[in-house]
Structures are given as C-alpha cells and as structure tokens.
C-alpha cells in the first residue's frame, strides 16, 4: 500500500468517526428533550433553530388556511415562537404546549404538535406539518401517539379536539380515534368547528 493509500484510508476513518459522533450527539439531544415518541417520529421541545420551520408553519397559505387561521404579523409569529420556547415545567400543569414533530434521524422540525386546553377546560390536541410531508400518515401517527401519551404518561381521563368541518383531511383522522360531540361557531377563526372527544376508559 502506498502512502498515500494510509493516509486517504486515515482521512475516511477520521470522517467516519466523526460522523458517528454527529449521529450519538444527535441521538442523546434528541433523547433528552423528547416528550414522546411513535414509529417513525419524535415529538420533543422546540430549540432556536427550529424557528426557520416554525414561521413556515404558521405562515404558509397551504397551511393555515385549511385550518382556517387568521394571517399573523412577523412580530406575532416571533412573539408566539419565543413563547413556545419559553414553555417549560410540568406538561400537565401548563394551558398550553407546543412541541416540535421530527423524522427520526432528520434533524429539520416537519411539524408542531399542540397540547391545549378548551373552553370548557378539558385537554385539546392539535398538529399541523409543512406542506411536503402531507400524505404520508404522520397525521394519524401523531393523533395516536399524543392520545397513548395522554392517557398513559400523563394520567388525563379525556383528551379532546377541535377540527373545522371543511378541513376533510382531519376531520377523517379525528373520526378514527375520537367521537363527534358537537359542532359550534368559532368566532376567533370565524368558521364552524366540531369538537371530538375520547376518554381513557374507552381508549384500547
């Protein structure tokens, strides 16, 4: 072997190594700041350079208007950004959470999922995900995996959801999981919502 063989096969062991590296850091972050996970995704805390997918997320026309969701100003959507990453202590004490959705081992945020609270004070699951990664059932994955989380990790009796009846797409996953209760006038988003419900009890 030539020494410019050893020192090419030293260069891609190096990078080899270091790629490695990358990938357990990577693991272990995501490890840490994990709230949840399913199959394909995992469902953890927003971190700074998420904000880039975040202002997509609630910016893009594709995606709010089937939700529907009023237009923010840049100032808003930083406002919202700052205070979703301000959200921290017990998930199950906090109104409101927002979470980031990852591919496992893709390091770009492709979606938010909401934990909320209604008006009548029951926990309310929410989710949306950029445009490029529709179709491919992570909407349903996340409905399942934030009612399993619900139920078994945080010990709530009934999870629940609002849905716009025009938005066909989730209205036909809520109604694989979940029971219609009513429909009622939004006035915040100016359309009409139904609200679905499931209790722990009925959840198998």
Not at 46 to 70: A, C, G, M, R, W
Not at 91 to 98: F, H, P
Not at 172 to 179: P, Q, S, T, V
Request: hydrophobic letters at 35%.
């Amino acid at each position: 072997m030539l020494k410019s063989d050893l020192v090419q096969t030293d260069k891609h062991s190096t990078r080899n190594k270091v790629k490695k590296t990358v990938v357990a850091n990577l693991r272990k972050d995501e490890q840490k700041m994990k709230i949840f996970e399913t199959d394909r995704l995992i469902i953890k805390t927003l971190e700074q350079k998420d904000k880039e997918f975040f202002i997509e997320l609630i910016s893009d026309p594709e995606i709010i208007n089937p939700i529907p969701q009023p237009k923010f100003s840049a100032e808003e959507i930083m406002d919202k950004f700052n205070e979703s990453l301000s959200l921290s202590g017990e998930i199950a004490d906090n109104n409101r959470s927002v979470w980031g959705i990852f591919e496992k081992g893709n390091p770009d945020m492709i979606g938010l999922c909401l934990f909320l609270t209604n008006n009548e004070n029951d926990r309310e699951l929410g989710y949306r995900f950029r445009v490029n990664y529709w179709g491919q059932g992570y909407g349903t994955e996340t409905t399942k995996g934030i009612i399993n989380f619900s139920f078994d990790q945080l010990k709530i009796d009934k999870i629940t959801a609002d849905v716009y009846t025009e938005n066909r797409n989730s209205v036909k996953i809520l109604e694989k999981f979940m029971n219609p209760v009513r429909e009622f006038f939004n006035e915040k988003d100016n359309c009409i919502d139904r609200r679905y419900e499931i209790y722990k009890k009925d959840w198998l």
